[in-house]
């Protein structure tokens, strides 16, 4: 056949289908993912669902520690740094409260009263160590149930720095300091304002756990110039007694206050500058009870 310049030049073009093949698991793995995180969600609702509020508060309270200052020290333990007892860190945290309770026999003693009273000896002092152990437990007690009282409530949560508790000869301290701005008393007045009773009252609940007998100090702080009122020690004295009165309203037993004094500016916190807002404050004493003694003994 001839070729004709005039005929039309025709192009084909082949579309190559191809099969369905393989698109790669990556899709799988996300979806992997969505139902592993999707286990887990059901699985802490269903723990939410069977755990108690005890359990749930405990849970709360390891990631969420109270921020209540135990001390003045840096140490910032209920013990300052140091331990109850003579034997020192490695102690188990009871005092020894007597060390010898009956005097020693003489050497010429032939009817055994010497092992006799060497035994009753030895039973008091073990029964008066295991006596002032309970009473540290309890004391640290008191003082976690304090830090957990100020972190439960919110309106006792940003007067957190204005408590300090530590343990002093005499017992367990707890006390409600001013800050700058942060009163207690309004100023020369001896009635606790609305900040005090909350703090006074968030007190009463856990010293009222306790049956030890308490004290009540008041202190004030040295005036800007330096100069000591002459009212201090009524002044001191009479907030001490208020503070009293709001914990006894608040359920403490009046029996239980062994003494209410105003010490004035006499013993400042910060002895570096005493007129500092914080030299101001209600101290509170759990007392650490009487050592037992044996019959006879005065």
Same mark, same amino acid.
């Given at each position: ?7 039309? $030049? ?21 979806? +992997?993912? #969505? ?6 969600? #059901? ?7 069977? =755990? ?7 849970? +709360? ?19 300052? !740094?140091? +331990? ?8 188990? !945290? ?22 006799? &009273?060497?035994?009753?000896?030895? *039973? ?32 006792? *949560? ?5 408590? %300090? /508790? ?9 006390? %409600? $300091? ?6 207690? #008393? ?23 756990? %306790? ?8 202190? =004030?702080?040295?005036?800007? =110039? ?15 007694? &208020?503070?009293?009165?709001? %914990? ?21 916190? #910060? ?12 101290? $509170?004493?759990?007392?650490?009870? &009487?050592? /037992? ?6």
């Amino acid at each position: 056949m001839a070729y004709s310049a005039d005929a039309p $030049i025709l192009i084909r073009k082949v579309k190559k289908v191809m099969a369905a093949g393989h698109h790669g698991g990556a899709w799988k793995v996300a979806y +992997a993912d #969505f139902v592993t995180a999707m286990m887990a969600f #059901f699985l802490l609702m269903w723990l939410i669902n069977t =755990t108690s509020p005890q359990q749930k508060r405990g849970i +709360a309270d390891y990631f969420a520690p109270a921020s209540v200052s135990e001390s003045t020290s840096g140490s910032g333990g209920i013990l300052g !740094g140091t +331990a109850l007892g003579e034997q020192g860190a490695k102690s188990n !945290g009871s005092q020894p409260v007597i060390q010898s309770l009956a005097p020693p026999s003489p050497p010429d003693a032939k009817d055994g009263k010497s092992s006799k &009273a060497g035994g009753v000896s030895d *039973a008091k002092g073990a029964e008066a160590e295991a006596a002032a152990k309970r009473e540290a437990e309890d004391f640290q007690s008191a003082a976690q149930s304090l830090r957990q009282a100020m972190q439960d409530l919110p309106e006792l *949560a940003e007067l957190s720095k204005q408590v %300090l /508790v530590d343990q002093t000869p005499e017992g367990l301290r707890i006390q %409600l $300091i001013d800050q700058e701005g942060r009163s207690m #008393f309004e100023s020369g007045s001896a009635k606790p304002n609305e900040r005090a009773r909350l703090l006074l009252r968030a007190v009463a609940k856990v010293v009222g756990q %306790l049956h030890n007998r308490i004290t009540v100090a008041g202190h =004030t702080s040295v005036t800007v =110039t330096g100069q000591k009122g002459g009212d201090d020690w009524a002044l001191s004295s009479a907030r001490a007694n &208020a503070s009293r009165n709001v %914990l006894q309203e608040a359920g403490i037993d009046a029996d239980r206050v062994y003494q209410v004094s105003g010490k004035a500016n006499s013993d400042p916190l #910060f002895p570096d500058d005493p007129t500092l807002p914080g030299n101001r404050r209600i101290a $509170i004493v759990l007392l650490k009870e &009487a050592p /037992v003694l044996p019959p006879g003994n005065p």
